[in-house]
């Protein structure tokens, strides 16, 4: 169990830029989530994967924002033409599928647009 | 529309004390209330799991306890520790909407707790 592993850890951007995130989950863990954090709040749920299938995306996720999990491993968190208001921290988890089994978080991707 | 709050947003305690923190959540269909801890800079680690037909749980000088009909969690620290500084967050898992969907995790804004030496 290596933990979940995201990259990279920091992203500074200019305004209207795209950015890609990665994450990779724990091996075997079928269930990945996104979530996005602002200072002094907690997560908020982004979209949800089970295995390669997106299964839900949150209303806070606009069209700009693109998020896939090919093969059911690794995911990827897009943000095209990026404003303002998407600095945040991103964090990814995964889950084994199991309801009553907790959700392990990497150390998450801090986006700062200039 | 589930909503988790917490208080206090702040606590600042001498080592040694015992505390409580609390959470309050506003639906009672969940499958289970999640206490995490989250370092500055860092992401979540999760402390406990209380299953919605459990009370309590108790890692080592973590307790957290469950009820549901009032909409309440407490996460109890004994005999805190300075490296017990940080913040500590909850959340509920909601059952699925009628529609469809995931079981989301709900997070509260979390309380940042200090343990003086």
């Known amino acids: 169990d290596t933990g979940v592993s995201q990259d990279p850890r920091h992203k500074i951007t200019k305004r209207g830029q795209n950015v890609t995130f990665r994450c990779d989950p724990i091996?075997?863990?079928?269930?990945l989530y996104w979530y996005r954090q602002t200072l002094g709040q907690g997560p908020e749920f982004l979209t949800y994967?089970?295995?390669?299938?997106?299964?839900?995306k949150s209303r806070l996720l606009s069209d700009r924002f693109s998020a896939e999990r090919p093969k059911g491993s690794f995911s990827t968190l897009e943000i095209q033409r990026t404003e303002q208001g998407d600095s945040a921290m991103y964090l990814c988890?995964?889950?084994?599928?199991?309801?009553?089994?907790?959700?392990?978080f990497g150390d998450g991707t801090r986006l700062s647009i200039l | 529309k589930q909503e988790v709050t917490q208080i206090p947003a702040a606590l600042s305690v001498p080592e040694g004390e015992n505390l409580v923190l609390n959470c309050s959540f506003t639906?009672?269909?969940?499958?289970?209330l999640q206490w995490f801890r989250q370092d500055p800079g860092k992401g979540l680690t999760s402390l406990l799991l209380?299953?919605?037909?459990?009370r309590e749980q108790t890692s080592g000088r973590l307790n957290a306890s469950l009820d549901k009909s009032s909409g309440r969690s407490t996460l109890y620290i004994a005999a805190s520790q300075p490296g017990d500084s940080a913040t500590y967050l909850c959340?509920?898992?909601?059952?699925?909407?009628?529609?469809?969907?995931?079981?989301?995790?709900?997070f509260g804004k979390g309380t940042k707790l200090t343990v003086n030496p």
């Open positions: 988890a995964s889950s084994p599928g199991r309801i009553n089994q907790p959700q392990h």
């Open positions: 091996s075997e863990h079928n269930r």
């Open positions: 994967f089970q295995n390669e299938a997106q299964l839900e």
């Open positions: 639906d009672s269909a969940i499958y289970n």
């Open positions: 209380i299953q919605s037909s459990q």
């Open positions: 959340a509920a898992l909601n059952r699925r909407e009628p529609q469809g969907g995931s079981e989301k995790l709900v």
